[in-house]
């Protein structure tokens, strides 16, 4: 069975461009989670979605946004990037909300941002 | 709002020896679930290991233990028989169990960069 798979790996953007994020959770997940990974910061929450509804968001400016499609696939969308936005950010998938309280979360192997 | 200290942001163990990564954490919930998760250079996050709050003994899943100290807020992983292949950077996390909906959100500490010398 497949992972949560991100796309792409690796994407290089300059400031004030927009940058578009996409993950595919594990098949019968429908809550997905993005996190912010900096250098040095450890993994900061970003977004999180169940249904098709944004459930949670952490704090980061609303140039961070996002949104889930009714195959519960995920897009994260960073727009006037920034210097500082440069990061790894992973995406992880859960089951459904009402069992995701004692379910475990997996993660992809995340899309490195580059901002120039 | 939970915070978690990883204070060791590197630490080095010897093929075979024993190591034990520390984390402490802040809450003020009685209900929670705490986990170590490994993140090898592949960055995909692995869970090693999940504590719940209520339940008085530690965790153990194979060479993976954890210690983990209700009252001191206080969740160490020990790896016995270290192998190579435990390189990597390890996350202590926090989970509130209190209620539904925005509680879900894992608050990671900053990390441990495990190092294992042959």
């Known amino acids: 069975e497949a992972g949560v798979t991100q796309s792409p790996t690796h994407l290089i953007k300059t400031r004030g461009q927009q940058a578009t994020l996409r993950c595919s959770p594990i098949s019968g997940h429908t809550s997905v989670y993005w996190y912010q990974q900096a250098l040095g910061l450890g993994l900061q929450f970003l977004l999180w979605?169940?249904?098709?509804?944004?459930?949670n968001r952490g704090n980061f400016p609303p140039r961070f946004s996002g949104r889930q499609f009714p195959n519960y696939s995920s897009e994260l969308n960073v727009n006037a990037l920034e210097l500082e936005d440069s990061a790894l950010y992973l995406c992880?998938?859960?089951?459904?909300?009402?069992?995701?309280?004692?379910?475990?979360?997996?993660f992809g192997s995340g899309t490195q941002l580059s901002v120039l | 709002a939970q915070t978690v200290t990883q204070s060791q942001p590197e630490m080095s163990v010897q093929e075979a020896e024993t190591v034990t990564l520390s984390c402490t954490y802040d809450t003020s919930e009685s209900d929670y679930y705490l986990f170590w998760y490994k993140q090898p250079p592949s960055r995909q996050m692995i869970l090693v290991i999940r504590?719940?709050?209520?339940?008085?003994q530690n965790a153990t899943e194979n060479r993976f233990s954890v210690n983990f100290q209700k009252a001191a807020k206080s969740f160490s992983l020990k790896i016995s028989d270290s192998q190579l292949g435990d390189a990597a950077m390890y996350f202590c996390?926090?989970?509130?169990?209190?209620?539904?909906?925005?509680?879900?959100?894992?608050?990671f500490g900053k990390g441990t960069l495990l190092t294992v010398n042959p």
């Open positions: 996390a926090y989970r509130s169990a209190v209620g539904r909906g925005s509680n879900y959100k894992l608050t």
């Open positions: 979605y169940d249904e098709g509804e944004e459930r």
């Open positions: 504590q719940e709050a209520y339940k008085q």
């Open positions: 992880a998938s859960s089951l459904p909300n009402y069992r995701a309280f004692r379910e475990k979360l997996f």
